[in-house]
């Protein structure tokens, strides 16, 4: 699962339901972001992603923050956990929001017509072995 983008998330637990934004970026073992929800903030400082599911580990003012969801990438639910709190958590990524890193492209210059080269190899005869030029076969003994 490539977890970068920005999602929408709704936490909850016995006595509260919070609304706010989590954002990823980053690329393969070096996500980092910022999760808001309810007066808290923090910075991501640890994302596991897996096949259909991610850890992230956010840390706040009152210690760590530990979301565990699992889903299709796009939506995402699970658990929290924060000290001896804890709740429900679901994580929908926003369309468009997944940010992919750039592929580098050589560019082929459109005046410059491809032509294969020729093959020159002197040091090779008929037989196919491999002699320095002028001594050998075919150097005109």
Do not use: C
């Not at 592929?103 to 410059?112: G, K, L, P, Y």
């Amino acid at each position: 699962m490539d977890p970068v983008g920005v999602y929408d998330l709704t936490m909850s637990s016995e006595t509260m339901v919070s609304e706010g934004t989590m954002e990823i970026n980053g690329e393969p073992g070096a996500y980092l972001g910022r999760v808001s929800v309810g007066g808290v903030s923090g910075r991501i400082v640890l994302v596991e992603p897996g096949e259909g599911h991610m850890i992230v580990q956010v840390v706040v003012e009152a210690g760590r923050l530990v979301l565990r969801l699992a889903g299709d990438g796009a939506f995402l639910s699970g658990n929290w956990l924060m000290g001896e709190r804890r709740g429900a958590v679901v994580a929908e990524r926003r369309p468009g929001s997944a940010v992919r890193r750039p592929r580098v492209h050589r560019q082929v210059a459109a005046s410059a017509p491809l032509r294969p080269r020729p093959v020159v190899d002197r040091d090779i005869a008929v037989s196919g072995a491999r002699h320095p030029p002028g001594k050998g076969a075919g150097a005109g003994s």
